[in-house]
């Protein structure tokens, strides 16, 4: 008696005769791309608006870190301080008061020596304002929007807003000297508000 069983017999092997073949039909390939380029298209605004957002929140930051910079170099050089903006550049220039008000040979000399602090904004995002608390101290249109900062580090009161390009979102940057720092506001920020400086 054989303990492994019957050899002698045949193994069953399941025959059907219309099996498929492994694989995907073309068919089935034209619907997943289909679909894929369906939520593509979809997602595509959603990923716009995340990516100039992110842009938008980063000049924040960097602005920030500018008006911090340059009212540091105003404490250590014990002189007034400008930050302004060049359209030119499409940038954020901080420079010394005496450079800013004089022409092409001042602002050279203070380049030269390294006192200028620019920041050069993506073509994401724009400066819709500097905007002083006091109505007085308003720029005309046309003229240059500055923000000053005095030779003991303290910046007027003023709102910086940032814009993307595409007008849908806004950051306001709050500068408020007392309390020596800069909040972010989302959307435009009136700078006549009396409790936006508190």
């Known amino acids: 008696m054989s303990t492994t069983g019957n050899c002698n017999r045949p193994a069953a092997v399941p025959f059907c005769s219309n099996a498929r073949p492994a694989g995907f039909t073309l068919l089935e390939l034209l619907v997943v791309v289909a679909l894929i380029a369906l939520i593509g298209a979809l997602g595509m605004p959603k990923l716009q608006i995340f990516f100039e957002g992110d842009a938008l929140q980063a000049s924040a930051r960097q602005s920030i870190g500018l008006v911090r910079q340059s009212a540091q170099l105003a404490r250590q050089q014990q002189q007034a301080y400008v930050l302004r903006y060049v359209s030119a550049q499409h940038a954020l220039v901080a420079e010394p008061a005496e450079a800013a008000g004089a022409a092409g040979a001042g602002r050279q000399q203070a380049g030269e020596s390294g006192q200028v602090r620019s920041l050069r904004l993506p ?13 007085q101290h ?6 240059e929007q500055r ?33 020596g720092r800069i909040k972010v506001v989302e959307g435009y920020a009136d700078p006549a508000s009396a409790a936006l400086f508190r």
Do not use: M, N, W
Not at 152 to 176: C, H, M, N, T
């Open 138 to 143: 308003q720029r005309q249109r046309g003229q």
């Open 147 to 179: 923000l000053y900062i005095t030779s003991q580090g303290y910046s007027e009161p003023a709102v910086i807003v940032l814009a993307a390009r595409d007008g849908k979102e806004q950051l306001s940057l709050v500068a408020s000297p007392f309390l």
């Open 123 to 135: 073509e994401s995002v724009q400066l819709a304002a500097i905007q002083p608390k006091e109505r």
